[in-house]
């Protein structure tokens, strides 16, 4: 059943505090988070000066990261300089064509099932929405910014694998990591924040180990393509939400790439950006 009640165990300035939530995922995959030892709690608000946007009713781990330092590319992908996440984040910019670059982690284990994620509640961009696996922003730093072979974005979808769901450096190295193209999408989160990326779409096959941070991920499970069908069902009764990238792929490309994991060399294209 899609209506399992469920209990979240929720960090509260290092207290654990126990709420009901209602999972819209089937029963049994659902996995809660609690807090992990470098949870946010008790951490100090970040004084980075963001006069243009109050940020005062943020999460100030969220706000912290804010200050990292994203790739500008045109739209053809080439560097064009760096800004900060949340200069690229800001539907202003945006509006007036600032673009990054970005991409999207499609983790299946050996069952072949795929491992969402539900966005936490913390989130400034599309909180509470299901997506896929994990999506971020490869830094400008020398590591990742190379672009030979997109060995930059995978070193980055390395470290976000760890930084958001827990798994272990040594689990998911960049070399099992299968970049398949781009995408180049814009979506509006709300009045202030929004997404405007060409997005690195990125395939990994394995087992891992999952310890997620509560502050990036309030919940995941690994669903079967029938199990996901029926929550973009849900989604478009606007019964749950997803990310606007998430809903893209999945009625663009991902199942015809998932009934294909065994064989994704067919779907590679490093030339082309897909226009979404």
């Given amino acids: 059943m899609w209506h399992a009640l469920c209990r979240v165990a929720a960090a509260v300035g290092g207290r654990v505090a126990a709420r ?19 949870s946010a709690a008790g951490r ?27 790739i500008l590319i045109d739209e053809n992908d080439k560097k064009i300089g760096a800004d900060t996440k949340k200069n690229c984040h800001l539907n202003e910019n945006i509006d007036k064509g600032l673009l990054h670059r970005a991409f999207s982690v499609f983790l299946f284990n050996t069952e072949d099932k795929l491992l969402l994620q539900q966005r936490s509640d913390a989130k400034i961009t599309f909180p509470d929405c299901f997506t896929n696996t994990c999506c971020s922003h490869p830094l400008s730093t020398p590591l990742e910014l190379e672009e030979n072979n997109a060995h930059g974005v995978r070193r980055a979808a390395q470290r976000r694998l760890r ?36 997005d690195y779409i990125l395939f990994v096959r394995k087992n891992v180990t999952l310890n997620p941070d509560p502050n ?8 079967t393509q029938e199990e996901l069908k029926q929550l973009l069902e849900k989604a478009s009764k606007n019964e749950i939400k997803i990310t606007p990238w998430f809903k893209l792929i999945a009625e663009t490309f991902l199942f015809k790439w998932w009934d294909n994991l065994h064989n994704l060399n067919r779907f590679v294209d490093h030339e082309k950006i897909h226009r979404m």
């Fill in 20 to 38: 009901s939530h209602t999972s819209l995922l089937p029963a049994g995959s659902l996995r809660v988070q609690g807090a992990r030892a470098d």
């Fill in 44 to 70: 100090k608000r970040s004084t980075t000066a963001m006069p243009e946007v109050n940020t005062d009713n943020l999460d100030e781990q969220q706000v912290q990261l804010l200050a990292e330092m994203c």
């Fill in 163 to 198: 930084a958001e769901l827990g798994i272990p450096l040594e689990q998911v190295t960049p070399e099992e990591i299968s970049y398949l193209t781009r995408i180049h999408y814009k979506a509006r989160s709300d009045g202030i924040w929004g997404e405007h990326e060409i």
């Fill in 216 to 223: 990036e991920i309030k919940s995941y499970c690994y669903v």
